[in-house]
């Protein structure tokens, strides 16, 4: 059995993402059969794209209750982009649409004005630093356990994480009036906005600590 699953329900950018665990010498594989993700020790869900769109790709594929089902057990999982944000309760893409709901939360829009008022670019595309929200947040346990605050990650996307207990938040990052959830950590489950397979050493190196908790 692979130590990393990665989920293919046809929205993901499942190779740069498995070549990124390769990279970083981990044994992964890619699945969209329920019954081999349940068997999983570790899932990554990948993604980029719509809420609405990857969550209907989820169903038709009958894999939500098979992801769910992980979650409930245990089974540490990692959402990336896209995936992080099906991970929350509701996505506001293109209307109110449910989503795994693994994590308290919600999906919002990134805000276009600047904090003095200005416009920004949207979507928030390139690179940005990744830092705690608070000083004295220790990052030692979770996957930035082997990143440094401050460190720039490559960020591609329209919508940000809102979550419901804001604790969770374990790294945070700034574009214009937006203070954006880049980490977060939910008991068993990971997410990062940003993509860490595009992020260089750094991004490999959560990979690696993710494949190791």
Known sequence: MTKVTIVDYGVGNLLSVKRGFEHSGVDVGVSADPAGIK???RIVLPGVGAF???????????????ICD???????????CLGMQLLFEI?????????LGLVPGKVKAISSESSQGLKIRVPH???NEIRPLESDLNWEKTVLASVHPGQAM????????????KSCVIAASEYGSNLIPSVIQH???SGCQFHPEKSGHSGLQILKVFADL
């Not at 609405?52 to 098979?66: A, P, S, T």
């Not at 490559?154 to 207990?165: K, R």
């Open 52 to 66: 609405r769109n990857g969550m209907n790709e989820l169903k038709e594929r009958n894999l939500i209750d098979v």
């Open 39 to 41: 068997k999983a020790s």
């Open 70 to 80: 992980a979650s409930n057990r245990g089974v540490p999982i990692l959402g990336i």
């Open 187 to 189: 008991e068993n489950i």
């Open 154 to 165: 490559y960020f591609n996307h329209s919508f940000l994480v809102e979550p419901t207990d």
């Open 91 to 99: 996505g506001e893409e293109f209307g109110h649409t449910d989503g």
């Open 125 to 127: 595309i390139g690179w």
